[in-house]
């Protein structure tokens, strides 16, 4: 509130027709005023003339201390900061004979400092003259503080609006943009907060990909007044499509009208797109990229629930032939290759209605929905088998890899997932079983098969834990003289449900239960103690030879072998190790190395089963093997099939040539042991000069053959 100056005088008490005036009333409205009301001289010091008594309550000071500068004057007064700006301010508005009005600061009688408004007004004399200052000084430090205080929050609010990482902004409620900050412009893709206001005028349109989104938007807006992390996918000025996530709220005037809409938004994108990764790892294979087993489940149940009456949902499981002898000869680096040009086949055959997943290891599952019948189904399988069965080239090398699959149907073979999984892997184990690289539907006798399959597996587990496997040994004989100079150890299973089970039955199934490594390990120790115990019984000492899984054929086995050599006992002369021609043929370095040491340690190598492989002679040349042995497939037939027989003369002289023994196995009658006999072959063994036979057995013909020896010579 402004007051006037006062100027008193004596005359003025007692002024002709005025209502009188006391010194005593004057006295109590000055008192009565929140302020000190002075009159000073207009001199450097600004002598005080008259101080009213709020000069106390407002300086600490008594009135009388600034009268004539009894204690200090006016302009001590003033802090000493703000007394030139003062001092300026009222001399201006001096001479140009207008009224003063200036806050500043002044400096307590106890030290402290506040804010005070001066205000006032010159008095001048006859001659024009500057005569006196009169004027009103009003505390104002709790409302310049508060002012301060505001000023110093909206400088805050500004830096935080200006600095903030989240984008801020108000909208109108028809969408376009009252204010932004900078933050918001860079997430948006614009210059400058000015140029997104400016550029982006309609929010539904030109922000949001989906315009449904701000439909949205409003309707929650609407309905709570707010919302909170609101996702959606919006346009950036250059056309690239991002995530934002929104808080905002609706700010209404006090009659309760909608003003505007103001909130905060943050760039999410990289965040959606971990989410979306997060996601796929968990429902896809990581090698191949197909569905994995939780989204292949989920996706047969759907499957299912829509297929269309009089229609059929098929389920295929499909298993690689020959992915094991890839894996275990070339590397799982070459096997993952395969498994993933596998994927790109099945993929190329089906619809995009369909699906292929793999379940795991080299098995794919395929969803085919909506099936006329059995004869579309077929054709289907068709074009996979023809697909999975182009070569497939490896360097300068080309593998032909076949598939066996199984189907089972819905609804006639199941009426849930799992049964329908289970019965497509049935199917497919006929398959396998009808001679590989075709399909079979499922039928219901199926389901037996997988019975017994499943009882053999845990038989084998049981038969290593007791002890039920044997050892039977087939001779092998010279050809030059007919003596018996090896052995082949040969294993049996000694079950007691199903008696004497050859080893075709059950190495399968201990392949494929991960069993043909710790069999092996008990096969290749059992037969060394047994040599060693035939020689210490005083017997010819022959080397016997024992089978090399291709499972076993790594580092371990060199360290494996010399350990068993070193608790049998037994030279290492007299072990000789066959190796499949497939295994031979692997990834030629680590072959090559392996190889060397175990030769090293003394034994014997050779190659079994040759002929059925991809190798050749000239090749064989970089291995340290001993010997080669004929697949009994070609000796069968070099009596009757000339094919047979200009083969195996072949073997054996190019073999010679290299300096390998060759073996014939599968002798069974005389034209075929003759043959072999004219045409060079070094050893045979088959059923024509000896059946594998039990340890006692072979005993035996061994003494035989000591007296034999002796009666010889």
């Known amino acids: 509130?402004?007051?006037?100056?006062?100027?008193?005088?004596?005359?003025?008490?007692?002024?002709?027709?005025?209502?009188?005036?006391?010194?005593?009333?004057?006295?109590?409205?000055?008192?009565?005023?929140?302020?000190?009301?002075?009159?000073?001289?207009?001199?450097?010091?600004?002598?005080?003339?008259?101080?009213?008594?709020?000069?106390?309550?407002?300086?600490?000071?008594?009135?009388?201390?600034?009268?004539?500068?009894?204690?200090?004057?006016?302009?001590?007064?003033?802090?000493?900061?703000?007394?030139?700006?003062?001092?300026?301010?009222?001399?201006?508005?001096?001479?140009?004979?207008r009224r003063f009005d200036v806050e500043c600061r002044i400096v307590c009688a106890d030290g402290s400092v506040r804010w005070v408004?001066?205000?006032?007004?010159?008095?001048?004399?006859?001659?024009?003259?500057?005569?006196?200052?009169?004027?009103?000084?009003?505390?104002?430090?709790?409302?310049?503080?508060?002012?301060?205080?505001?000023?110093?929050?909206?400088?805050?609010?500004?830096?935080?609006?200006?600095?903030?990482?989240?984008?801020?902004?108000?909208?109108?409620?028809?969408?376009?943009?009252?204010?932004?900050?900078?933050?918001?412009?860079?997430?948006?893709?614009?210059?400058?907060?000015?140029?997104?206001?400016v550029s982006l005028r309609d929010i539904r349109h030109q922000l949001y990909v989906e315009s449904e989104r701000r439909s949205e938007f409003m309707r929650m807006m609407a309905q709570h007044g707010s919302v909170s992390n609101f996702e959606s996918r919006v346009y950036r000025r250059d056309g690239d499509i991002i995530w934002i996530s929104e808080n905002a709220r609706a700010v209404h005037d006090e009659a309760g009208t909608l003003m505007f809409y103001e909130g905060t938004v943050e760039a999410i994108t990289e965040r959606k797109l971990y989410e979306a990764e997060i996601r796929h790892q968990a429902t896809h294979d990581a090698l191949t990229g197909l569905p994995n087993r939780n989204m292949l489940h989920d996706h047969l149940q759907r499957a299912i629930q829509g297929r269309q009456k009089g229609s059929m949902t098929a389920v295929a499981f499909v298993d690689l032939d020959q992915f094991k002898y890839i894996n275990d000869s070339l590397g799982h680096q070459v096997g993952d290759e395969l498994l993933k040009t596998v994927a790109q086949r099945l993929?190329?055959?089906?619809?995009?209605?369909?699906?292929?997943?793999?379940?795991?290891?080299?098995?794919f599952v395929l969803v085919l929905q909506n099936q006329s019948g059995e004869a579309a189904i077929a054709e289907v399988m068709q074009r996979i088998l023809a697909a999975v069965a182009k070569p497939w080239p490896v360097g300068e090398r080309e593998f032909h890899i076949t598939s066996s699959i199984g189907v089972s149907r819905y609804p006639d073979d199941g009426k849930d997932v799992e049964t329908l999984l289970k019965k497509a892997d049935s199917a497919m184990y006929k398959a396998k079983e009808q001679g590989r690289n075709n399909f079979q539907f499922f039928a219901p006798w199926m389901d037996t098969q997988v019975s017994n399959r499943l009882d053999m597996l845990i038989s084998l587990r049981r038969a290593l834990d007791h002890d039920e496997f044997r050892l039977f040994y087939q001779p092998k004989l010279s050809l030059s003289n007919g003596r018996i100079i090896g052995a082949e150890a040969l294993i049996r299973w000694q079950s007691p449900e199903q008696g004497m089970v050859a080893p075709d039955r059950f190495i399968p199934f201990a392949e494929e239960a991960g069993l043909i490594v710790p069999i092996g390990e008990w096969v290749l120790r059992t037969a060394c103690r047994q040599n060693r115990a035939w020689q210490d019984a005083g017997l010819l000492p022959i080397p016997v030879a024992v089978n090399i899984s291709p499972r076993q054929m790594n580092q371990s086995l060199i360290e494996f072998v010399a350990n068993v050599l070193a608790e049998s006992g037994l030279d290492a002369s007299w072990l000789e190790l066959e190796i499949t021609e497939n295994v031979v043929m692997k990834d030629a370095e680590k072959t090559v190395a392996t190889l060397h040491a175990l030769k090293n340690l003394g034994l014997k190598i050779s190659v079994d089963?040759?002929?059925?492989?991809?190798?050749?002679?000239?090749?064989?040349?970089?291995?340290?093997?001993?010997?080669l042995k004929i697949d009994k497939s070609f000796v069968r037939d070099i009596a009757r099939d000339a094919d047979s027989a200009a083969i195996v003369k072949a073997v054996i002289s190019l073999a010679h040539i290299l300096n390998l023994r060759v073996i014939a196995e599968g002798v069974e009658d005389e034209q075929q042991h003759d043959f072999l006999r004219e045409n060079g072959c070094d050893e045979v063994q088959g059923y024509y000069f000896g059946k594998p036979m039990s340890v006692e057995d072979f005993t035996l013909r061994l003494r035989d053959e000591a007296i034999r020896g002796a009666e010889g010579k």
């Open 117 to 197: 408004w001066d205000r006032g007004v010159a008095i001048y004399n006859a001659a024009g003259e500057v005569e006196a200052v009169e004027g009103f000084m009003q505390d104002v430090t709790e409302r310049k503080e508060a002012a301060q205080a505001l000023q110093e929050a909206e400088r805050r609010y500004r830096s935080i609006f200006e600095n903030a990482i989240e984008g801020v902004f108000q909208t109108t409620p028809d969408g376009t943009y009252i204010a932004v900050n900078p933050a918001l412009a860079r997430i948006y893709g614009y210059r400058s907060p000015e140029d997104l206001i």
């Open 347 to 363: 993929m190329s055959c089906l619809r995009d209605s369909d699906m292929v997943a793999r379940q795991g290891g080299d098995e």
């Open 609 to 627: 089963d040759f002929g059925t492989g991809y190798s050749s002679l000239s090749y064989l040349r970089r291995f340290p093997v001993d010997a």
């Open 1 to 97: 509130m402004k007051t006037a100056a006062l100027s008193i005088s004596p005359e003025e008490l007692f002024h002709p027709g005025a209502i009188p005036r006391s010194p005593r009333l004057l006295e109590t409205l000055l008192a009565n005023l929140d302020g000190m009301v002075y009159r000073c001289r207009d001199d450097a010091q600004r002598t005080m003339e008259f101080v009213s008594e709020g000069c106390l309550p407002l300086t600490g000071h008594l009135p009388e201390d600034l009268l004539l500068n009894q204690q200090l004057s006016f302009e001590q007064l003033i802090h000493e900061d703000d007394r030139e700006l003062v001092r300026w301010h009222i001399g201006e508005c001096l001479r140009q004979r």
